[in-house]
T-cell receptor
Framework: DTEVTQTPKHLVMGMTNKKSLKCEQH?????MYWYKQKAKKPPELMFV???????INESVPSRFSPECPNSSLLNLHLHALQPEDSALYLC??????????????FGEGSRLTVL | GESVGLHLPTLSVQEGDNSIINCAYS??????FIWYKQESGKGPQFIID?????DKRQGQRVTVLLNKTVKHLSLQIAATQPGDSAVYFC????????????FGAGTRLAVHP
């Protein structure tokens, strides 16, 4: 069983809706990540939080807005999405490392469909 | 055999055989590499990692080889089992002091009885 919990598992939204994806971990990790994965493609990095501060934004459109309320929680707020944003959104956590992230623990993902 | 096309490259092996999955990484400054396994409908699962100051690391039934000269990484799975069927991704840390893990294209491993 994964120790990174993502909710909801499935989400269907219209282009004018506002929704949020949530991620929670209780492993004491201080780095958390959002990745986007399209079918038959590798996960693509979106955001990295380190010690609750945004450290990497991979030029993600502003219709995706991350939030890290505390060291255990990571949210991804969605607004005015496009159908091409439909994908599996993966959350991960790790210990921050000076020479690499160490093992990233991934959640099962939230499958998003934008109509 | 191995096939490449519009779909994920697929490696088909017989149960009990050894499997070798290859990966070419992009950044010569990358200092840390991980292999992940992703089963259908699940998130990626850590298999084994290796730092750039090593060229080989062994785990349980798995071995990772790193050739920095040609920027090549491989994953060897001994005595492949049906439960090994999944998509395998290599990932490299390109961020220096930051945690910036970038995934390769992936290879589907199909194990036949």
């Amino acid at each position: 069983d994964t120790e990174v919990t993502q909710t909801p598992k499935h989400l269907v939204m219209g282009m004018t809706n506002k929704k949020s994806l949530k991620c929670e971990q209780h492993m004491g990790h201080r780095a958390m990540y959002w990745y986007k994965q399209k079918a038959k493609k590798p996960p693509e990095l979106m955001f990295v939080y380190s010690y609750e501060k945004l450290s990497i934004n991979e030029s993600v459109p502003s219709r995706f807005s991350p939030e890290c309320p505390n060291s255990s929680l990571l949210n991804l707020h969605l607004h005015a999405l496009q159908p091409e944003d439909s994908a599996l959104y993966l959350c991960a956590s790790s210990q921050p490392g000076l020479a690499g992230p160490g093992e990233l623990f991934f959640g099962e993902g939230s499958r998003l469909t934008v109509l | 055999g191995e096939s490449v096309g519009l779909h994920l490259p697929t490696l088909s092996v017989q149960e009990g055989d050894n499997s070798i999955i290859n990966c070419a990484y992009s950044n010569s400054a990358s200092d840390y590499f991980i292999w992940y396994k992703q089963e259908s409908g699940k998130g990626p699962q850590f298999i084994i990692d290796i730092r750039s100051n090593m060229d080989k690391r062994q785990g349980q039934r798995v071995t990772v080889l790193l050739n920095k000269t040609v920027k090549h990484l491989s994953l060897q799975i001994a005595a492949t089992q049906p439960g090994d069927s999944a998509v395998y991704f290599c990932a490299e840390n390109t961020g220096g002091g930051y945690n910036k893990l970038i995934f390769g294209a992936g290879t589907r491993l199909a194990v036949h009885p």
